[in-house]
């Protein structure tokens, strides 16, 4: 065979998320695609702040002696990371500098650098589930172990399932808050209880765990919540994040790595991570959108547009009886399936041209993932699908 077996078996393995794409696009066909109802993916459909245009046209005009799109020192420019880390000060309230800065080709990109400095083959990373279907992926890129730690049933930390899961492999425990696809933010509470737990074991096993925060919705919260630093929780931990989400930017590919100030091998750290970063193929980060973002540390998207699709989603969501947590940050919502299979809820759904995930793929059966990237008119449209699909879910049971 021309392609490995593992990746073979990954192709044939098609994420749910890959067949509803596939399956949305046939039917936009078919039926014009105002006719379809895609909640499928999680790509951000609000444009960049204006900003964004105002900074790039401005830095187009400027070609630094033709150096503009040179490479760079693999951690990025030096005073992108300056900029960085004093937003990323602010955000998380622990002063950190830019040289504990990394820039990367997006979260994914930061990931990938953060697991392959940290893992050696067999080495276990744990992950609240339901959990970011990429993630397994990830692990395994790298020659690790990828496993699921059961949850509370609002998504919140379980420390005690955490607790049972952490073994002598385990070096990883990878959290994602605001939480994709739960719309979940662990408080601070729950954050010390999981940083006191990985002290604990880190000293039980004579060896190092690390948390690691994956953070792209960082700044897509409602109801004034503020999602805590998990610096300030856990000494041994880095955080990977982009500006994919809160800027509109997933294309760009820019995002970093930020290290805690305080984690014991931070130089080794920043080291190992400057190495992946390039020797994966990454290189460094793109140079234009690096120049572009330390313009723009305090600016975002328009939240107040996602606040309000997820209040017209809701009580679609109500009237349909389909039960669900609030979520508090990111776009998505991860109601209960009203029957136990959630493919076949989702086969419902397709039926009135309404495309969701199943949960199963989030490794959570029984829920399905809508996304709210969507206008806020496709939301209201697909109401009466939603309470038909119920409808037939129910008369199915009976
Ligand atoms: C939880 C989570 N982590 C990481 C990523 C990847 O983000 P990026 O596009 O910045 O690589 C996504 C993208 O959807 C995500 O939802």
Redesign the pocket.
């Known amino acids: 065979m021309t392609i490995s077996k593992k990746i073979e078996t990954i192709m044939a393995s098609a994420s749910f998320i890959r067949k509803m794409f596939e399956e949305g696009a046939r039917l936009k066909a078919e039926h014009g695609a105002e006719n379809v109802f895609d909640f499928s993916l ?1 790509n951000p459909n609000l444009p960049p702040p204006p900003q964004f245009d105002e900074v790039v046209n401005k830095l187009m005009q400027d070609d630094r002696g033709g150096m503009m799109h040179g490479y760079m020192p693999q951690p990025g420019y030096p005073f992108v990371r300056d900029k960085v880390a004093a937003g990323v000060s602010r955000e998380q309230g622990v002063q950190i500098s830019g040289s504990e800065v990394i820039m990367t080709c ?4 930061a ?1 990938n650098v953060i697991l392959k400095a940290l893992l050696d083959p067999g080495d276990e990373v744990l992950s609240p589930a339901p959990c ?1 279907v990429e993630y397994k992926f990830y692990a395994d890129n790298h020659g690790g172990l990828f496993k699921t730690v059961g949850t509370r049933a609002d998504f919140t930390l379980d420390i005690d399932a955490m607790a049972d899961a952490i073994g002598s492999k385990t070096k990883v425990v990878l959290i ?1 808050s605001p939480h ?1 696809p739960t719309g979940q933010i662990y408080n601070k509470e729950s954050l010390d209880a999981l940083g006191e737990l990985l002290e604990r074991k880190s000293r039980e096993l004579g060896r190092t765990l690390y948390l690691i925060s ?1 953070e ?1 919705y960082r700044k897509i919260v409602y109801d004034d919540v503020r999602v805590p630093s998990i610096f300030n929780s856990y000494k041994e931990s880095i955080v990977a994040t ?1 500006y ?1 989400k809160d800027l509109s930017l ?1 294309g760009e590919r820019i ?1 970093f790595v930020a290290i805690n100030p305080n984690a014991s091998y931070s130089k080794d750290l920043i080291e190992g991570m400057t190495l992946t970063n390039r020797i994966l193929g990454f290189v460094n980060a793109p140079a234009l959108m690096q120049r572009a973002i330390a313009e723009l540390q305090e600016e975002s998207v328009d939240i107040s547009i996602y606040e309000q699709r997820r209040k017209v989603f809701c009580e679609i969501l109500d009237e349909a009886g389909l039960e669900y947590v609030m979520p508090k940050g990111a776009f998505y919502l991860f109601p209960k399936a009203p029957v136990a299979d959630d493919v076949e809820f989702c086969r419902l759904l397709l039926e009135e041209k309404i495309l969701a995930v199943p949960g199963r793929d989030f490794g959570t059966p029984g829920h399905i993932r809508l996304a709210f990237s969507v206008n806020e008119q496709v939301i209201s449209a697909a109401a009466d699908g939603f309470k038909r699909a119920v409808a037939k879910a129910k008369r199915e049971c009976d």
């Open positions: 999680g997006g979260a994914a990109g990931l970011f994602n994709n994956d792209p982009s994919s997933p995002g």
